[in-house]
């Protein structure tokens, strides 16, 4: 079938379903940032797929004129991954929280990224499990006090950006749903970047808990000048804890999975080779 | 008198490369024309520790292990000790008589060959084993030829050289053999039938592995792990040259969410695992099961629970593949049994899952998977291939992805197609996708969904699914599954040898049980038999708690693979107490 | 006449805060005198959207949400339409007149409050949840000044200036009610029995946490979950005044494998999930059953299969927790019914992973998590304590701690004991705790394993786990499992009020099944009769498995809990096929 | 009870079960240097748990007299953490292999480390999954041509060492199987380190990835003067792909969990609270 010939907004994106976010979450940003990247991008609806987990950004799937998969917690990125190898032709995106990503699914980041999967994998990172109602999440900042944590959590934050760096993410971004401008710039970039694309996104929980002030007051862009390819660079920003960077840290060319893997078909293609050749082989 | 069927088991040190001596020994006699089933265990040391590799040769079909052993080959002490228990009472004994005393009070004949003297004497170290196979080809009467070839074929691919050292010693072991044990017919297997009609000979994991590819597999997520590795790195092979993917996930969760995001996206989509992986993945086949995503899960069963005995074979997960999700998700479960049917019923594995969107889980084992037996020739065409039921786009009518359909089958859409699009959803959801947690909606999704098993019911009731052995009416009728087959096919022809009526009634499909056919194959049986491997009577159970049979159960639970013997002695038992009634 | 059950609801948007004033009145009554249970919906958004709140208030024990509503109370047009089909057809309607209208037609009477206006004249806008708290404490006729404490309490705690404010406003809607609706009894609860017993007013997952307590919890390893959570959120504020711990893990996994590193060093240890969290565990449970450590896992059952629809009820994870590992896993199964029993079953499931070593799951649900109910008071010296059988270290024989005893139950040693260290072995293993992989060990230890499951079933049976309602030798015998049981409870009350001859069993204990006691029940019972809130009727199933039983099944699936009366007419439905028999 | 009094060497800490690893598996110097560790800091054998996960590493436990757990594949951290939660007194040890500890168990790693769980971590990395016989793990080459991967593999290896100092783990260390001495020293100060103690040990496998030879010869230890507590420098070593530098990267001091932990039940304790003071608050 052919592209949308028709100019389309980013509202033509949207499903009719309505967001059933609080108003003042942070993840509408994330949702018009998106919706905004596809219209810019042109990706008609039906080559669109979005796998996610379960959370209150794991809803997202469903708000978004496309092919949308919300499955269990914590398993958006081998979702996505399996959705992309089975059709490279789809633009896939992988949708979850922080929760979401660095703890249930903590496992499978460092693996997207070591396979370059082609898919923009967006983290809306409230430091907070929203939809559970307001327990402490591995970004939460030590000493929270929640009803899961009444004296104050005892464990560090992690920090999402400085390991998947260390992972070698061919592309690792960060935004900030306070900046929504910003925030499309930096999700469209994710979804052209061929290969992993990895975005947190700073995106307050106005209900359990609100953080706009607080980055607000730190947050930066990069300097115009900061080198993407500059690994240690990148890694020095994103361990900086006084500001709030956002932009491109760190981008990388290489082969993504799907491509790697055409490449191995081509080479192992035999004409005619089918299932009379494998089972001839066991002949007698 | 020559014999038809022979039974023959190599024990000693795993490192000595004995079992590719099996092996090789199985895969002459194939070549030969005969039937060949082969057995084998695994040390429990990662290098080293003692091994078995077992081999039944037949002039006719052969099933089953066997029951005692023809021919002992103690390739070192451990081999005699380990073994001699279950030789026949006037068995032979071969053994390396460099290594090995065979104590005199035994029964039985024996028959030592200095291998490692003779091997020495041809400055070929290395070749005990081919010393021994000479001395083994001799003794059974197999073809010369065929066991050059065959040594040709496995030493001599690196070098020619090698091959050619390795036939010298072959000969040097064989004429000792024909010295020493000049023609002794009661071990020596009568000839194949002339031009016997055309065989595969491999294993069960490799006729799963092409089963899949019949099928239209052309996307494999999966994790490696005992016995079920096999079949991913058949296909890690294979895939690729069909256009296919086969991805080595981080682990059992990221497989099978790897398969569902890819059937998904359109992709004939499996993975294979064991016990372990399975209890993993049962999280995400709910999932597959609430937004009907076509998945096939192949279970290599293993003995469990927990890490268990990777090695050894087991029937105890069928509760588990029936039962083992949260809430009530509708699939499908079959069961292999024997090395044919992996590759007929991986075809209905496909066609049930895409066809009635499902996942549906295959049950086979440890013993099946690396058990290399002689198969007809597949026939390709006889693979069932149903596809997805895809919907009508153009109908002007906007798409409900999870209609309420009289069949609980949805036409389902595939990213790609345009106006097709919709949100697999993990909530209950409405016919379009949208979550929902409306009472009503709930009871008309919950009710389709549920549907469907009666559809499968309905159709794969007509899928060839079923098997019969011995009589239709039986006195004593054997209801099983899977694995067991082969011993209860054998028992079954020499109980009713006795006069016996005994009959059995074999379903590759599980989940649902097709109650008609065997509430009809059991009625006017005197009495019901199940044989498991497994402690509880997993099928004996679902039986009872789907159709209300009672059954005599009879379990093993050792790792071991039923013998013929054990239920032929529990079928007479059987009959006894129905003559004494 | 005034009445002495009453069930209110109030409907409205979520975001309004009108739950908690169902809440309070709760609180109200209990604290007057009151017998109380409730029962509540969840919005689908994440915040506001449409929820409901009901509560039944009665002067003798009240067992479920009530059939019919008494007095609806409408906070908008969605609290009208969305409930008055539930509302007795002389039912009351309170609403706020301000914005909603209750069209003529309907048949029963109705209040209208003007809320919105009587807060603002009072300069309060806020307190429209207190004016109709005025209106409904005038209308049942509740103790006013036990209504202010309450009011100090719940919304004086921060400021009392704020507390006072409410207060006033109650009086407000109160005298605008007196006016209005001057003294009609029948909505008016009896006076409740003077100087009535103490009693506590709490939900099932507090009364969990405090069973746990009592039972001896000192860990708990856990991952939010709905509806579990609210469990681990009361531990994390009590253990460690215990000098227990508590930690929120990364997942599941890790949850129930640092709950199993606990137990095996020592530890009471526990965790607390729902459906998709015990498919996570499942690996893990195997793991606790093959290596024989104490754990408790209350699995607080929500609609599935997998996401489905976390904040309804369901009955529909007792295969998973019977059946759900891999391969064949020693397990006891428990479930609860009630908040008090909440409590003590705990104490029990403690004493069985204790004094057994195996893992016990605890079945609740969504209902049963957040309903509040007044209950006596717990009696902590009824709680069972059953502790580990340690090994006599002393004895010079080496320590085994698998050793092959009589009721299966081998002593065991934890670290820190000197002499006793052994390995917890996830293989197959022998009696010191070695892998192995031999038959005969492999017999050996899978049947003292499962030899444990009949000790239990001996034991267990003297636990008080089983109750009796109704008729003991009914001629309609109902069986039942956990949640069901205050329905069916008052159920039987009506029906036997009619001279049908019916009576219930329920037990706690699930697995191992009480097979004597109920088959004693049932003997003689001209039906039998099991409501379960899931499709498939598992406990139906179960039955028919483990005792061959037939059984009327009834079931319902839609995620609400049951009513009494449905269960009352299924009761007489059969009846009268019995009687016409 | 009190202490051994006698000196114990290493030899008496094996449990008299003996290890199954293949002769030449690198394997035996990671359980030599941690018998010598265990000997040389006194510890007594009832007061040593030791979880493992599956894999010929993950056999570990049981040659060591000790307590020991031989749970499930991956799952050692989260089995090691209960253990010392549930106990403070015991020295704890968590024990796998590659795949157990970065594949199928890599979303537990950083969440160790955020706790700061007082344990000691040893991961024997032979690049390989070696009990299942041979299929490439997360940190073998690209390109590794094995049964599983007939064509090689297409994925990246990950880099253990720079996520686990991206996760700011207290202690982070490398050792080699080929240099069996200085791995001794390294085990013996991880496990005197308080809190989390990672180390990876490279730890060929001679039956499917034989790398000593590859390996000794890029093998070096960290210079004299590395600050160990210069996370910038660490992490460059670690991504240093020409030389295996071995020694102690990076090591901080914070607070162990169990320390945390002790404090938070001091500052909570009330005298004479038990059971019933929790169900008076229930009366109505
Ligand atoms: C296996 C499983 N465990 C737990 C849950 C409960 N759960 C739902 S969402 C969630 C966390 C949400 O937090 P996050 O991922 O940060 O998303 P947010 O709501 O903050 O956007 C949890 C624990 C679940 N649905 N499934
Ligand atoms: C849940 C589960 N999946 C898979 C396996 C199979 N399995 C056992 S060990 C292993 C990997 C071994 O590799 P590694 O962790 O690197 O240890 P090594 O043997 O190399 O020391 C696998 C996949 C298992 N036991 N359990
Ligand atoms: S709870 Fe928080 S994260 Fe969830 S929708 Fe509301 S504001 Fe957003
Ligand atoms: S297979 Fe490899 S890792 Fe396993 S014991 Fe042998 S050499 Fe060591
Ligand atoms: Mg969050
Ligand atoms: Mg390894």
Redesign the interface.
Same mark, same amino acid.
């Given at each position: /079938?052919a592209e949308q010939a028709i100019k389309l907004t980013s509202d033509d994106y949207k499903?009719g379903?309505k967001p059933?976010? !609080? *108003?003042g !979450?942070g993840d509408y940003a994330v949702y018009n940032a998106v919706l905004n990247a596809l219209a810019e991008l042109k990706v008609?609806?039906?080559?669109?797929?979005i796998?996610s987990g379960?959370g !209150?950004s794991g809803?997202f *799937?469903?708000f978004v004129?496309?092919?949308?998969?919300?499955?269990?917690?914590?398993?958006a990125?081998?979702?996505?991954?399996? /959705?992309? /190898?089975?059709?490279p032709?789809?633009t896939v995106l992988a949708i979850g929280g922080d929760g979401d990503g660095?703890?249930?699914?903590?496992?499978?980041l460092?693996?997207a990224a070591?396979?370059?999967v082609d898919l923009t994998y967006i983290i809306m990172d409230n430091e907070i499990?929203?939809?559970?109602?307001g327990?402490?999440s591995?970004t939460s900042p030590q000493g929270m006090v929640r009803?899961?944590?009444? +004296?104050g959590t005892?464990?560090? *934050?992690?920090?999402p950006l400085?390991?998947i760096?260390?992972?070698?993410a061919s592309f690792v971004a960060r935004g900030f749903s306070g900046r929504p401008k910003d925030l499309a710039v930096l999700v469209k970039r994710g979804m052209e970047h061929k290969g992993f694309s990895f975005i947190q996104v700073i995106s307050p929980c106005v209900?359990w808990y609100n953080t706009y002030k607080k980055f607000r007051a730190i947050a930066k862009m990069l300097p115009e000048d900061h080198d993407t390819s500059d690994?240690?660079a990148a890694?020095?920003y994103a361990?900086d804890t006084e500001t709030l960077w956002l932009g491109v840290f760190f981008e990388r060319k290489a082969l993504a +999975?799907h491509e790697?893997?055409a490449n191995?078909?081509k080479?192992?293609?035999?004409d005619g080779?089918?299932?009379?050749s494998?089972?001839d082989r066991?002949?007698? | 008198m020559a014999v038809n069927d022979l039974v023959l088991r190599i024990g000693g040190e795993s490192g000595d490369g004995y079992v590719s001596t099996g092996d090789i020994l199985g895969r002459i006699s194939a070549q030969s024309g005969y039937e060949v089933y082969t057995f084998r265990t695994f040390p429990a040391e990662i290098l080293g520790g003692h091994v078995m590799f077992q081999v039944r040769i037949g002039t006719k079909k052969v099933t089953s292990r066997g029951d005692k052993l023809d021919i002992l080959v103690a390739t070192n002490q451990d081999g005699y000790e380990k073994h001699y228990r279950d030789l026949r009472e006037d068995g032979l004994i071969v053994y390396d008589s460099n290594s090995t005393e065979i104590p005199a009070e035994g029964g039985w004949e024996s028959l030592g060959v200095p291998v490692v003297d003779i091997a020495r004497k041809l400055k070929y170290p290395r070749g005990k084993n081919a010393v021994l196979l000479g001395a083994l080809v001799h003794l059974i009467g197999l073809n010369v030829e065929e066991a050059e070839k065959m040594i040709m074929r496995r030493w001599g691919r690196k070098s020619a050289e090698i091959g050619q050292k390795n036939i010298e010693v072959m000969r040097a072991g064989l004429d000792y053999a024909a010295e020493n044990w000049p023609e002794v017919t009661s071990y020596r297997l009568l000839a194949p039938k002339a031009g016997g009609e055309e065989r595969l000979i491999m294993d069960g994991n490799q006729a799963i592995s092409i089963g899949a590819l019949a099928g239209g597999a052309n996307f494999y997520g999966g994790y490696p792990i005992t016995p079920a590795s096999s079949i991913m790195e058949f296909l890690a092979a294979e895939l690729p040259k069909f256009g296919g993917v086969m991805i080595q996930a981080e682990d059992e969760i990221a497989a099978i969410n790897m398969v569902i995001g890819a059937s998904f996206a359109g992709a004939h989509a499996m993975t294979a695992t064991s016990g372990p992986g399975v209890a993993l993945m049962s999280e995400a086949l709910g999932l597959a099961s609430i937004t009907e995503i076509p998945v096939v899960l192949v279970d290599v069963q293993r003995v469990g629970p927990s890490t268990g005995m990777p090695t050894k074979t087991d029937q105890s997960d069928l509760n588990l593949a029936i039962y083992g999700t949260a809430g009530e998700a509708p699939k499908v479960v079959l069961a292999v049994g024997n090395v044919e049917e992996c590759f007929y019923v991986m075809g209905a594995a496909f066609s049930a899952a895409e066809h009635f969107q499902v996942p549906v889980l295959v049950l086979s084992d440890q013993d099946l998977s690396n058990r290399i037996q002689t198969v007809p020739v597949f026939d390709i065409n006889r693979v069932k291939r149903l596809s997805r039921v895809l919907p009508d786009l153009d109908s002007g009518k906007e798409y409900e992805r999870y209609a309420l359909t009289e069949s609980g089958i949805s036409p389902m859409s595939i990213p790609g197609m345009e106006g097709g699009y919709y949100t697999a959803e993990s909530l209950e959801h409405k016919t379009k996708g949208a979550p929902s947690y409306e009472p009503d909606n709930r009871n008309q999704q919950m009710k389709k969904r549920c549907r469907k098993m009666e559809t499968i019911s309905n159709e794969m009731v007509n899928w060839e699914l079923f098997k019969y052995h011995g009589d239709r009416n039986p006195e004593i009728a054997v209801l099983g599954w899977g694995t067991s087959e082969g011993a209860v096919v054998e028992a079954i022809d020499r109980c009713r040898a006795k006069g016996i009526s005994v009959g059995a009634f074999y379903t590759n499909l599980l989940h649902p049980l097709p109650a008609e056919k065997i509430s009809e194959f059991v009625e006017g049986a005197k009495v019901i038999f199940v044989p498991e491997l497994n402690y509880r009577g997993q099928y004996a159970n679902w039986l009872r708690s789907q159709l209300g049979l009672e059954a005599v159960r009879y379990n093993r639970y050792d790792g071991l693979p039923f013998i013929a013997g054990e239920i032929e002695a529990e079928i007479e038992k059987l009959a006894a107490q129905i003559a004494a009634f």
């Open positions: /079938m499903s379903v059933i976010w !609080c *108003p !979450c008609p609806f039906h080559k669109i797929a796998g379960i !209150c809803r *799937p469903a004129k496309s092919y949308g998969f919300h499955g269990v917690h914590g398993r990125l081998p979702l996505a991954t399996g /959705m992309k /190898m089975a059709n032709e789809l660095f703890s249930i699914g903590g496992g499978h460092a693996h070591r396979r370059n499990y929203g939809l559970t109602k327990q402490p591995p009803k899961a944590s009444p +004296y005892l464990e560090q *934050p992690l920090n400085a390991m760096l260390a992972a070698n209900s690994m240690g890694m020095k361990q +999975y790697l893997e191995l078909q080479q192992v293609h035999q080779y089918g299932v009379k494998v089972v066991f002949l007698r | -």
